[in-house]
């Protein structure tokens, strides 16, 4: 495979769980087109797969370009991924994914260069270059959604560390005795301030009989109050509601404060669909960072909501093809 000539657009691939997003987007961050399909994983790896390379192929016929005139394909996955190699080695919302070499199956179905990347990640690096994060040279980035994940800017580059790895922000030990969490851990920030937190904590105040909006936004059963309907409920004042924001925006400040003393970031952009709520979320989650990191650092850090939204995963991937071209 050769290079593509400098200025062409990259094919990016959101792959999540639930749906796969695949967009042509110029260098420059404009989105050409776009497809949506269903991720249905259920189904095995060769058919999500074979999802992924329909799209991107029905998206590269419609615009008159061939493979080879892409800068090339970069997809944002969620779980551990082995950047260097390409390889999804275990992801929580893909199951049967372990150690499969994505970026190898890719280049071989269509002859353009892959790159493969965690999510997270690559939404740092779409918020950077493109978002709220625009002309910041040391930021975290934060999704918080059904689960938590992050990414890590410093002096302008991506962190990935060692290994790669680097930016499991979730997983940092909020509650030493706190809940277990799939990873092995006990007391993760994921298990105390994600969309899954937010509708276990919410379920279990109407099971001890508190009185609420969302159980009849639910149609009466407990079991389908969801983080979303804790955030509409709260955006009408539900006091229940409200109180179980403000429990998880307090467990995500304590991890904003270990950010803050760890990092000393200039930004701190909290994304997600969990994020979506904005201010309900930032405004008492920033009192505990406040009250509880160095002040200096305190003082000078903004805490914002995300600005691309839903595309930051797929600028970020642009972005991850105009890093690796710099470093060629």
Not at 149 to 178: C, F, Q, R, V, W
Not at 282 to 309: D, T
């Amino acid at each position: 495979m050769t290079e593509a000539p400098a200025g062409k657009p990259v094919l990016a691939v959101d792959l999540g769980g639930t749906k796969i997003v695949t967009a042509l987007i110029t260098p420059q961050g404009r989105i050409l087109s776009r497809e949506y399909s269903p991720t249905l994983a259920e189904e095995g790896v060769d058919d999500v797969i074979r999802r992924i390379l329909t799209t991107a192929t029905t998206l590269v016929k419609n615009a008159d370009l061939p493979y080879s005139s892409l800068s090339g394909i970069a997809i944002a996955a969620a779980g551990a991924i082995d950047t260097e190699k390409g390889v999804v080695t275990d992801s929580p919302n893909l199951p049967g994914w372990h150690n499969i070499p994505l970026k190898a199956r890719i280049e071989q179905a269509t002859g353009a260069r892959t790159f493969v990347l965690n999510d997270a990640t690559a939404a740092a690096l779409g918020e950077h270059r493109f978002g709220a994060g625009r002309g910041v040279n040391n930021l975290i980035y934060l999704t918080v959604s059904t689960g938590i994940g992050g990414g890590i800017i410093i002096g302008g580059k991506l962190y990935s560390g060692a290994t790669g790895s680097a930016g499991e922000l979730g997983h940092m030990t909020i509650d030493l005795n706190g809940p277990h969490c799939p990873c092995g851990n006990i007391g993760c920030l994921e298990m105390l301030a994600s969309g899954k937190a937010i509708a276990r904590e919410a379920q279990r105040l109407i099971a001890q009989g508190a009185r609420t909006m969302m159980l009849e936004m639910a149609e009466g059963d407990a079991r389908y109050v969801s983080a979303q309907t804790v955030a509409n409920a709260a955006h009408k004042g539900d006091a229940v509601a409200l109180s179980v924001v403000n429990k998880a925006a307090t467990y995500l400040g304590v991890g904003l404060v270990n950010f803050v003393n760890i990092f000393n970031p200039e930004m701190i952009i909290v994304g997600g669909g969990v994020g979506k709520m904005g201010e309900t979320l930032l405004r008492p989650a920033r009192k505990v960072v406040a009250e509880r990191a160095f002040q200096f650092p305190a003082s000078v850090v903004r805490i914002v909501s995300s600005e691309l939204g839903d595309n930051s995963g797929l600028f970020g991937a642009v972005a991850f093809v105009a890093d690796a071209d710099r470093s060629l």
